[in-house]
């Protein structure tokens, strides 16, 4: 009876100790996000006092040139956000556009219409597009997808620029591919598989079943993949500086040199810049920007995937 009563309060000691160890990395990864945030936030109030709001954020020009000391030339930039923002915008709906219908489709296709043994190579194979550095991306974009792209425009007498928003979209379109494709994929067989006899019971074909039973009840599975991909062609940087280049260019012509968030906060982060110069705070209230930009559009697709959850449950 001792021996039992030893080994409850052993075990219960041993939970106790479990409990805070699981508690101590919770709170570490909510500080850790807490500081993060904190210190952003406190950086980019150090830029706002030195450029006011209105004009980062409404600013149609962006040439954050300021010099490191006050007696050198050229001590005063323009930080409108507006032309990075664009860029950013543009470059991810283009990669949008590429890798959400191919990898909706590729996924479909896997779960629904493909035998085993096609689904054997063939998911692994698209899979490996996923492991590919982002900087080999960036060379196949620069060495022959751009010089495809100007071939081709110049035939048909349009000026593309060397480096171009539709170059960087596209490559990195298919760099994300992948991320849509697997998380579609096994969303779509975590459908329970009554759901598709029940449809095919009524008399539907399979094509109807997967419009209209399938991907309904995988929507909130695929919109997170969707938000997955999007996340990862907004903090993108490699592809965008060896494709799109630099230039804050205020455009929405595909064809032109654009620039991205990412691409900026690590330009302005390289160099002798002093930490207390409003170039190199700069940085950080675009990283801010970012953020805030970033977490709305997560709440609100969070909505509308909770709002359709519940009508078609």
Not at 180 to 207: F, H, W
Request: with cysteine; charged share 15%; aromatic share 8%.
């Amino acid at each position: 009876m001792n021996r039992i009563r030893y080994s409850r309060r052993t075990h219960k000691q041993i939970e106790y100790v479990v409990k805070c160890l699981l508690l101590a990395c919770a709170l570490v990864a909510v500080l850790t996000t807490v500081g993060i945030v904190l210190s952003v936030v406190f950086e980019s109030l150090h830029f706002f006092a030195k450029i006011p709001l209105k004009d980062f954020l409404f600013g149609l020009k962006w040439s954050p040139q300021t010099a490191i000391r006050a007696d050198q030339v050229g001590s005063s930039g323009a930080f409108g956000v507006v032309p990075v923002f664009t860029g950013t915008l543009m470059i991810a709906l283009i990669a949008m556009l590429v890798s959400v219908p191919i990898g909706l489709m590729s996924a479909i296709f896997l779960a629904e219409y493909a035998s085993s043994k096609v689904r054997t190579v063939v998911k692994p194979l698209l899979e490996i597009l996923a492991g590919i550095p982002t900087v080999v991306y960036g060379f196949f974009a620069a060495l022959t997808v751009a010089p495809m792209i100007r071939d081709l425009g110049n035939s048909l007498g349009l000026e593309v620029s060397s480096e171009s928003a539709l170059v960087a979209g596209l490559v990195m379109g298919v760099m994300i591919i992948p991320f849509i494709s697997s998380i579609t994929d096994d969303v779509i067989n975590a459908v329970p598989q009554a759901l598709r006899e029940g449809s095919y019971g009524l008399g539907a074909t399979r094509s109807e079943t997967i419009r209209k039973v399938v991907l309904p009840a995988a929507l909130p599975g695929i919109a997170s993949g969707i938000l997955l991909a999007v996340s990862r062609a907004v903090g993108e940087t490699m592809i965008v500086v060896m494709a799109a280049g630099l230039s804050a260019n205020l455009t929405a012509n595909p064809l032109a040199a654009v620039t991205t968030v990412t691409v900026q906060i690590v330009t302005l982060l390289v160099g002798d810049q002093e930490f207390d110069s409003a170039k190199t705070l700069a940085a950080f209230a675009l990283g801010l920007l970012l953020f805030i930009v970033t977490l709305l559009l997560n709440i609100i697709a969070l909505q509308t995937v909770k709002k359709y959850r519940e009508q078609y449950d």
